[in-house]
């Protein structure tokens, strides 16, 4: 029998939208089905749809997801995720994760709740 880690990822939750730009956007909860609160963390399948990196920031609340989402440079690591264009990504985060953006230019990030890879 397969774990959930290794099942096909099936949507549980409606699709979120997060907004990337200049300026890293506020931060956007995008719960976790309450048929896996006994789990505290949840899968999350994250698509940039936009032509830019993305510089995702993720937190326990908006403001920490909203300071999470800066750009790398040399010598100053951040603790955003790093999507590349058009990237298609399943991560696992904590059931009550906030979601925040920075690009260069005017960007879109859905995501969406679910089970497997």
Known sequence: MASNSQIAFAP??????????ASASTGVQALVDSRFDGQG???YRI??????????GVGPTAAIATANAVAPVA??????IVLAPGAVEVLRFGRESFFSGLASASSTIYIVQGEGI
């Open 12 to 21: 549980l939750g409606q699709t979120v939208v997060i907004p990337a730009a």
């Open 75 to 80: 010598g100053t690591p951040s603790a955003a």
């Open 41 to 43: 963390t949840g899968q």
């Open 47 to 56: 698509i940039n749809s936009s032509v830019n990196t993305v510089f995702l």
